[in-house]
T-cell receptor, first 114, second 112 residues
């Protein structure tokens, strides 16, 4: 069973474009959601948390749709430096206290082209 | 403030050899994790620890052992390396079980 699913891409977009990624999760009881960014041959780093009301951080906007169980990430005015793989991360509420909680998607690759 | 560091960065082993990967964090985090990342597979949890002296199995624990003798360190051991363990290994830590995980730079391991 795939708990967190993402389109692997790649998404090839020109500089300045707007691009959106979706991620679906299987457990309706999940409560914490994140987007991580991973550059080629580097470690994942937190991009932003995703809140129920949606949230924005500069050019990045994250949305949560609990009814349809998906999370989205919108990047406006794409920069060359946005080229990376974006990982969708969801908590697993089935895990009890003291247990591991987060499930990582396999990632969506973005390439921003000059 | 170094965050999460991993030693070594690269290693080549022969089948059957053993080695230990070291992860250290200076953020006083309770939770620490070991993942492996393979092409097309994403991050898979090997083992994790919820505090000093505790360890637990993750999704793919076979062939690995771990120890958390000190809060700041989390060791991953391979007793008898196999080619299937060729991968990039990431260590991470977090303050709480649902909190942001901070990753180390990774160890690239090749088993011949």
């Amino acid at each position: 069973r795939k708990e967190v699913e993402q389109d692997p891409g790649p998404f090839n977009v020109p500089e300045g474009a707007t691009v959106a990624f979706n991620c679906t999760y299987s457990n309706s009881a999940s409560q914490s959601f994140f987007w991580y960014r991973q550059d080629c041959r580097k470690e994942p780093k937190l991009l932003m948390s995703v809140y129920s009301s949606g949230n924005e951080d500069g050019r990045f906007t994250a949305q949560l749709n609990r009814a349809s169980q998906y999370i989205s990430l919108l990047i406006r005015d794409s920069k060359l430096s946005d080229s990376a793989t974006y990982l969708c991360v969801v908590n697993d509420p089935r895990a009890g206290a003291g247990s591991y909680q987060l499930t990582f998607g396999k990632g969506t690759k973005l390439s921003v082209i000059p | 403030n170094a965050g999460v560091t991993q030693t070594p960065k690269f290693r080549v082993l022969k089948t059957g050899q053993s080695m230990t990967l070291l992860c250290a964090q200076d953020m006083n985090h309770e939770y620490m994790y070991w993942y492996r990342q393979d092409p097309g597979m994403g991050l898979r949890l090997i083992h994790y620890s919820v505090g000093e002296g505790t360890t637990a199995k993750g999704e793919v624990p076979d062939g690995y052992n771990v120890s958390r003798l000190k809060k700041q360190n989390f060791l991953l051991g391979l007793e008898s390396a196999a080619p299937s363990q060729t991968s990039v290994y990431f260590c991470a830590s977090s303050a709480d079980r649902t909190d942001t995980q901070y990753f180390g730079p990774g160890t690239r391991l090749t088993v011949l």
